[in-house]
Each structure stands twice: as C-alpha cells, then as structure tokens.
C-alpha cells in the first residue's frame, strides 16, 4: 500500500449526500482526505450508543403519544355522557321523580337524550353483586337516569344540578368530573414523566459524544497540533471533528427510529389482526389501535434529526473547550 | 520581526530553563540556533512560534506582543511563521501533496486555487514525483523536504526549522541548506536550530548561542 491511488476510500450514500450539504466540503472538488481520519473515531460504538438512545427516545415518545390519545378518546367518552341518580325518599314518588328529571335534563339546550333506565336495566347492574331474580320494587334502589350529550360544551351542567335540586326530590347529578379529572392527571403525569426520560437520554446521548470527542481529540493530538502550527483557527479544527459526529449522529439516530418506528409499526398490525380476539379487546380498550399515526412517526423522524444536530454542536462545542485549555 | 527582551521561561515551580534572553530577528535575516543537547533550543523555538508563553519579559511578533495577544488573533500570527519540527510531523493519511497542501487548505481555499502552486513547490524541494506517496512510504529526506514545502506555501515571513538535516546524509543536508539559503536570498527571515558544526560551517551567518539557557550572539 504506498500511493493514495491504490486506496480507494469512496464514500457511502450518506456520506456523498452529506458531503454536499456540510461545510468545509465543497462541490466539484476532488476527492481530498478528511483531515481527520473516520478511522480515528470510535464510530462503530458511539453510532450504536446514539441508536439506542434514539430507540428509547422514540419509544417513550409513542409510549407517550399513545397513553394521551387513549386518555383524550377515554375523556371524550366519558364528557359526552353524564348520569342523573333518584335516590327514594320517603313519601315520595320516586318513579315520577325520575320521570320529571329525565323530562327537565331532556329540555337542555345540548342534550341529545335523556332516558331512565328500565328495571331490568337496573337488576343487570347489580347482578354482579346481588344475583339474578331481584324484585326492584323490593330495594331502595336509586333510579338511573342516563343523559347523552350532543355537545358537552354547551350543556349548563351548574344550571341543571341547580334545577335537579329545586324541582326534584333526590336528585343529584354525576357529571364523571373527577373521573375525566382524574384522568387528566395521569395523562399529564404520563406526559411529564415521558418528556423528563428524554430528557435524560438526550443527556446522556450528549455525554457519550462528549467522552467520544474527548477520545477523537486524544487520539488525534498529533493532527490538532499540527494544525495549530499551520494557522489553522478554532473553528475549522472543531469542523472537522463536527462533520464526522453529524454524520455518525444522523446515522445512529436514524437507524434507532427506524427500529422504534419499525416496532410500532409490527405491533399494530399484529393488534389488527388479533381484533376480536379477548385479549385484542383488552390492548385495543387500553390504547385504541395501538398505532402512533403520522405524528409519531414524524416525531420519531425529528427526534433522529435533533439526535444528530445535538451530536454535531455537543462535539464542536467539546472541540472548542478543548482547544480552549491547550492553548 | 520578532524580539526578545530579558525573556525567562520555566516550568511550573522548577528553575529557569531560559534566562535574560534578549535578541532580534530582523527581515529577511539568516541565523543558526546551536547550543549542547538539552541546552533549550527547542524550547526557545516553540517561544519563537507562539506555541509557549514566556513566565517574564517581553517578546513580540510581528509587533505584537505574544503574552497579550488575543487567543483568536493567534492562528493569523502563526500562519506568518513557517515551521520545521524535527520529526517532520507529516500526516500520515494524507498524501505529500495533501500534507503541502494543509495551510492552504485550513484556510477554506479550493483546491484549484492552489494546486499548481504546490506542485510547483514539490517540483523545486524534488519531490515531484512523490505527490501521491503517503509519508510512510517516503524516506528520511523525502519526508523533511515535504515538511519543509509545507512550511514554505503558505509564503511565512520567518521560517523556523528544527534540525531539519538531523535524518539526512551529508549530501542531501548540504542540498537543503542551499534550498534554505535561496529562501532567505527571495526574502524569508531564516532560523535553523542545529547542533551540526559541519553544517554552519557551510554558510556564514549569524549564530545564536544557548548554553544553559543563556543566549550568546556571534554576529
């Protein structure tokens, strides 16, 4: 091996797409040596530590992004139906109570239906508890009044509770809030605990590539100082460290989206085809079609961008704090 | 060019390596560096290109005094001063053409804006067919004639050379001085550091003598 001729060292796809778009690379130039060899970096290794960290930080994002949309489908079933209870008082008609509740929720404006449930509805509900063959004329059972709502938002949930209670003896209103408030809470704990892994993997993605621009650096001492001597500033030194961490960023964030992505992707249509099974049931009740949609995809896509960006400034950043304290 | 006035360096707590050093390198001078092993040579040329800083006195380059010099200012003063080290500092991935090429390179030049003019450079330091040759495959003397064209195309105002005949045969030491000497003859202010008598002997010039890290100028 003695001529550059007899080494061929042509880069790869990526390599030649981001020649074109990096600094310091220019168009129609000829094929010069990086000035710091690819060789020297521990590229293999870091480009699989920055995969997995993508991988993770991908995963938490559809993990995170599939609890809040099952939360929101959750919350819009629950808003979109509330319950008005009759409970029997003594010396009163608890039948024409109901009856006159149902008839009042029915006249709110954003109501699309109010009905009483039957007896046989009732029993059902209680079988669990009670067994089968109750006599409901027996029990001092509350009357259930189930009220459909058009549009939550424009129902006067205060002005109906306020009605219920003037004109129906008995009556009181369960809107589900603290069902749907409780589930707020946990979306957002989801959410807040979700953002604060990726944090984490962002940090430690950006103290691997620290340590690998500290290795880069150690082991081409001879490189920086000889670049130094010829006047070379700061900033193109910190360039040609930063050209092979973008690259090796990219590539390793790319490579572990498409794995989270490729892993969403298996699992869904696996849950597809497991519809109507009871355990299909189950996974679908919890969170819907178990698929991360376009946005999750996309966000996977910038996750691996960000990865990469994050990898090139933490190590030109290094660069300069290293050259910084040798100078 | 660049002066010095009563410089001491040491390291750390230990004692002075160089004392009371106080001497000019004037334009387009020529000037040997001798002195024993260990008398500081080195030391005084990594004082001369800016990679030490003095612990006392004043040195200026190019009239700018080196301990106050901005650090982004540095590279642009660097550049001015061409340097030879003693063992060649070749890259050894790059090709000799490349490695010539490098100060021109890490100022964002193309490469079509310099290549005739290293291969011109290559040409007169005889290296003309060896632009393609990585440096491990150059010999000793090939190896300090490419550091040398490396020193010299960026066109410094002042070259400083360490030992640069140390690895190379009496025939080819005496080629180099005579490339050194039509350098300084174009122009360019000359410092060899060197211990080799046979070799000052060849040229009359100035010599710069360290003994104990004191200086003694023979004019």
Not at chain 1, 215 to 233: T, W
Request: hydrophobic share 50%; proline share 5%; aromatic share 6%.
């Amino acid at each position: 091996m003695t001529d550059r001729a007899a080494m061929p060292a042509r880069p790869g796809p990526l390599g030649r797409i981001l020649g074109r778009v990096l600094p310091g690379r220019r168009r129609n130039a000829p094929a010069m040596a990086p000035i710091v060899p690819a060789q020297s970096i521990a590229g293999r290794s870091l480009m699989i530590v920055i995969a997995i960290m993508s991988f993770l930080a991908c995963l938490t994002l559809g993990a995170v992004t599939l609890v809040r949309d099952a939360s929101l489908a959750w919350q819009d079933d629950i808003v979109r139906e509330i319950t008005i209870q009759v409970r029997p008082v003594d010396g009163v008609d608890t039948v024409a109570e109901a009856k006159k509740a149902t008839e009042i929720a029915a006249s709110m404006p954003g109501v699309a239906s109010a009905r009483a449930l039957e007896d046989w509805e009732n029993a059902k509900l209680l079988e669990p508890w009670l067994g089968s063959g109750l006599d409901m004329a027996d029990l001092p059972i509350p009357h259930l009044i189930v009220v459909e709502l058009a549009d939550p938002d424009a129902v006067d949930l205060i002005g109906l509770t306020a009605r219920l209670n003037g004109e129906v003896k008995g009556a009181s209103l369960d809107d589900h809030r603290s069902w749907t408030d409780r589930l707020k809470t946990m979306a957002n704990a989801t959410v807040i605990i979700g953002v604060s892994i990726l944090g984490l993997v962002f940090v430690a993605t950006v103290l691997s590539v620290i340590f690998a621009t500290r290795g880069a650096m150690a082991s081409n001492r001879d490189i920086v100082s000889v670049l130094h001597y010829v006047g070379a500033e700061a900033s193109f030194i910190a360039r040609e460290f930063q050209r092979h961490f973008l690259f090796l960023g990219l590539k390793g964030g790319l490579l572990g989206a498409s794995g989270a992505a490729a892993l969403f992707a298996i699992l869904s249509f696996f849950l597809s085809r497991s519809i109507a099974t009871p355990e299909g049931d189950q996974v679908s009740a919890l969170f819907g079609r178990f698929a991360i949609g376009p946005t999750g995809y996309l966000g996977a896509l910038a996750i691996a961008l960000l990865i990469g960006i994050m990898t090139a400034i933490t190590s030109r950043l290094t660069v300069y704090r290293h050259l910084a304290s040798i100078e | 060019m660049i002066r010095f006035e009563n410089v001491g360096l040491r390291y750390g707590m230990g004692a002075e390596v160089l004392r009371d050093l106080s001497f000019q390198i004037a334009p387009k001078s020529f000037q040997f560096l001798t002195g024993p092993s260990g008398a500081g040579k080195s030391t005084l040329l990594r004082l001369l290109c800016m990679s030490l800083k003095p612990t006392r006195g004043l040195i200026t380059v190019f009239d700018r005094d080196v301990v106050t010099l901005p650090k982004a200012e540095l590279p642009a003063l660097r550049r001015r001063v061409g340097v030879v080290f003693q063992d060649f500092r070749l890259l050894d991935h790059l090709t000799t053409f490349e490695n010539v090429a490098l100060p021109l390179r890490v100022l964002g030049r193309e490469e079509a804006s310099y290549r005739a003019d290293v291969v011109e450079l290559l040409k007169w330091v005889g290296l003309g067919d060896r632009m393609q040759a990585l440096p491990p495959i150059l010999s000793g003397g090939e190896k300090q004639r490419a550091a040398i064209a490396r020193a010299l195309i960026g066109q410094p105002e002042i070259l400083l050379a360490d030992e640069p005949t140390g690895n190379v045969d009496p025939p080819l030491a005496k080629r180099l001085l005579r490339l050194f000497v039509e350098l300084n003859r174009l122009g360019t202010s000359v410092v060899i550091a060197t211990h080799d008598i046979g070799l000052m002997n060849q040229f009359d010039a100035r010599r710069l003598v360290l003994h104990e890290g004191r200086l003694s100028i023979y004019d």
